[in-house]
C-alpha cells in the first residue's frame, strides 16, 4: 500500500481529495490529510508568502516525506514553497503545477480561473512557463472568495459555475480550475469543455511519480 500525503490549508479539501482518489480506481493508495490553515491565513494577510512562512512550509513537507511515498501541496498559495522539488527526500507535487502541466497539452485557449486574489499572480506566473501567452487567459472570478470565507462552500461552487455561464464565449481548449478548492463546482458545470480539476490531475501525477 502506498501513501500520499496532502498538505491543504482548508479542511474542506480533505473530501475533495478522497473523492477524487475514488474516481481514479487505485486500491493500493492511501491517503495522509494535513491541515495548516493558518499558513494560508498568515500568507493572505502578509500579501505573500514570506521567508518565515515558507520556512515554516518546508519543515512541514520534509516532515511528510519522511511518512509518504509522494506530498501533494493542495494550496497554491503555498505551493511556491515546492517549486524546487528536487530538494525533497520524496517527489513533492505543485497542485497548479500539474494542472498546467495537463492543460498545456490541450489545443487551443486556456482558461485558468481563481477565486482567490492572493494566488493570482503565482498561478499566472507559473501558467505562462507552460503555456505561450497568447493561448492563455488567467480570470479572478470576483465575490466567489468571500462565500468559501464565510463557510458557504456550495455558494461558492454556484458562484465559479456562474461565472462560466456567464462570460463571454470565446474558442477554448479547456478550463481549468486552479485552486483545490474549486474542485466541487465542477458538478454545477454545463460545458462541453474539458474541466481540469486539482485534486484529480495532482492526485494522478503522485501515482505516476511513485508506481
Known amino acids: 500500500m502506498a501513501t500520499i500525503a496532502c498538505l491543504h490549508a482548508a479542511t474542506s479539501n480533505i473530501a475533495l481529495f478522497e473523492t477524487a482518489l475514488r474516481t481514479l480506481d487505485y486500491d493500493d493508495i492511501q491517503l495522509l490529510h494535513r491541515v495548516e490553515s493558518e499558513l494560508l491565513t498568515s500568507a493572505i494577510e502578509a500579501g505573500e508568502v514570506t521567508a518565515d512562512i515558507a520556512n515554516d512550509v518546508r519543515q512541514i513537507l520534509e516532515e511528510m516525506c519522511r511518512h509518504a ?13 515546492a517549486l524546487e522539488a528536487k530538494a525533497f527526500s520524496k ?3 505543485r497542485v497548479d503545477a500539474a494542472l498546467a502541466r495537463a492543460a498545456a497539452g490541450y489545443h487551443g485557449a486556456v482558461l485558468v480561473l481563481c477565486t482567490a486574489h492572493a494566488t493570482l499572480d503565482a498561478t499566472t506566473r507559473l501558467f505562462e512557463a507552460f503555456i505561450p501567452d497568447g493561448r492563455l487567459a488567467v ?6 472568495w468571500a462565500f468559501f470565507n464565510h463557510g458557504d462552500i456550495d455558494g461558492y461552487h454556484q458562484q465559479i459555475a456562474r461565472y462560466i455561464r456567464e462570460r463571454h464565449e470565446c474558442a477554448l481548449g479547456c478550463i481549468v480550475l486552479a485552486q483545490s478548492s474549486m474542485a466541487g463546482a465542477e458538478k454545477y458545470i454545463n460545458t462541453t ?3 481540469l480539476t486539482g485534486p484529480e490531475i495532482s492526485l494522478q501525477a503522485a501515482i505516476d511519480a511513485i508506481l
Open 69 to 81: 511515498d509522494a506530498v501533494i501541496v493542495t494550496c497554491t498559495t503555498l505551493g511556491i514553497v
Open 91 to 93: 517527489p513533492v507535487i
Open 139 to 144: 480570470e479572478l472570478i470576483p465575490r466567489a
Open 193 to 195: 469543455l474539458s474541466v
